[in-house]
């Protein structure tokens, strides 16, 4: 099986490259309006918004930001299958702009935007994110009433186009290899996620320690893998507007899914470039980390005394449910860059899961 991943370095208010109901989900992190570091790129795309901000009208400078961030928003509505759905990666901010202090909800706006745009909201989640301690002293250190609780959470909104779920011939094999373990499903469909840097291995800002990460505000490889594996199917192409280092193309091979990824900065490109030969490797540990899992929980329901009353199909493991039996994990074994992208060959993960005894 082939995957193909391009990347447009090209402004995604406009994804006239990208025909009407071309791709079958959207992961993505937009730069968070009213975070500073992204003041110079929003006064890029507007520079009535450096005016506002110099001036003190912040909620100005808010709308505007948001303005942006809708003329993409705009474009999903077109691009995006009907009963597709797009998870929005967002954190709110905290300011202060002329002396006042608050809170800018993006999550609400975004909401909002999206729903004005004909997407049904559907449950959010909530991830934790490792803060830095110093920042939890935020106003007037222990003396009330003026100190603030620090933000240490963002969502990932999820929103379906249209009203209708998409539809599949029935046992379509590319729904059902790409099925989830019952126990991973009871995790991720979790709607607060506090685990998200401690199920795949953090490889891949090894070396560079977290300025890549902090420069570029990189999420965690877990995030877009997990929404892919719980949102699309083999076959399904994954849309990032705000494709930053390519992290949700990384997470899409490793799934075994396309992509196509919009970002303004060409910089970026290399980061991606440099790291992709490691992407066929990181596929494999991830496929294996997700079987070891399973072979554990395998023997601790055994010892709970609890059933498992299927066997799966492809690995020597029951699993819980019917529909897990045709789970089919996908690797990389090879990655070629094209003038057009990237074309990654794929073959099932194909290690023996024994079943445990006793
Ligand atoms: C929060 S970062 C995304 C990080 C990415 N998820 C990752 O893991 O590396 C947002 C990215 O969107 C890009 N960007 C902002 N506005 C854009 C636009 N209109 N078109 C294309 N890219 C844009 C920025 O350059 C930045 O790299």
């Known amino acids: 099986m082939e995957t193909t991943h391009r990347v447009y370095v090209e402004d995604s208010r406009d994804l006239s490259n990208l025909d009407d109901d071309s791709v079958e989900l959207v992961v993505t992190s937009p730069p968070y309006p009213m975070i500073e570091m992204w003041d110079d790129l929003f006064t890029d795309l507007d520079p009535a918004i450096g005016d506002a901000l110099e001036s003190g009208d912040d909620r100005a400078a808010f709308d505007a930001m948001h303005a942006q961030l809708e003329a993409v928003w705009d474009e999903l509505e077109r691009v995006l299958v009907d009963g597709g759905l797009a998870c929005i990666n967002v954190g709110d901010a905290t300011r202060s702009i002329g002396g006042r202090f608050r809170v800018y909800p993006n999550h609400a706006r975004i909401l909002e935007s999206f729903e004005a745009r004909g997407f049904d909201p559907l449950p959010d989640v909530l991830w934790r994110k490792p803060t830095n301690s110093a920042a939890k002293f935020m106003g007037s250190g222990t003396l009330p009433p003026n100190a603030y609780v620090t933000l240490e959470h963002e969502y990932v909104l999820v929103f379906r186009n249209g009203g209708e779920k998409r539809e599949f011939e029935p046992r379509a094999d590319r729904r059902y290899e790409a099925a989830y373990f019952w126990e991973e499903r009871n995790r991720w469909f979790s709607d607060v996620w506090t685990d998200v840097r401690g199920e795949l291995q953090d490889l891949e800002f090894d070396g560079e320690g977290s300025d890549l990460r902090e420069r570029s505000a990189a999420y965690p490889l877990e995030i877009p893998y997990r929404l892919i594996c719980m949102y699309s199917t083999y076959g399904d192409t994954v849309l990032d507007p705000f494709w930053g280092t390519g992290t949700t193309s990384r997470a899409a091979i490793c799934a075994g899914r396309n992509s196509?990824?919009?970002?303004?900065?060409?910089?970026?490109?290399?980061?991606?470039?440099?790291?992709?030969?490691?992407?066929?490797?990181?596929?494999?540990?991830?496929?294996?980390?997700?079987?070891?899992?399973?072979?554990?929980?395998?023997?601790?329901?055994?010892?709970?005394?609890?059933?498992?009353?299927?066997?799966?199909?492809?690995?020597?493991?029951?699993?819980?449910?019917?529909?897990?039996?045709?789970?089919?994990?996908?690797?990389?074994?090879?990655?070629?860059?094209?003038?057009d992208g990237y074309r990654v060959e794929h073959r099932p993960l194909s290690i023996s899961l024994e079943s445990p005894t006793g």
């Open 260 to 339: 196509v990824g919009y970002e303004l900065e060409d910089a970026f490109l290399e980061v991606f470039d440099d790291r992709v030969d490691a992407v066929p490797e990181l596929s494999r540990s991830i496929g294996r980390s997700r079987l070891d899992r399973h072979r554990s929980f395998v023997e601790n329901r055994r010892d709970d005394g609890k059933s498992l009353g299927y066997e799966a199909v492809h690995y020597e493991t029951p699993v819980v449910t019917k529909m897990e039996r045709s789970i089919r994990l996908r690797e990389a074994t090879a990655i070629d860059e094209r003038s």
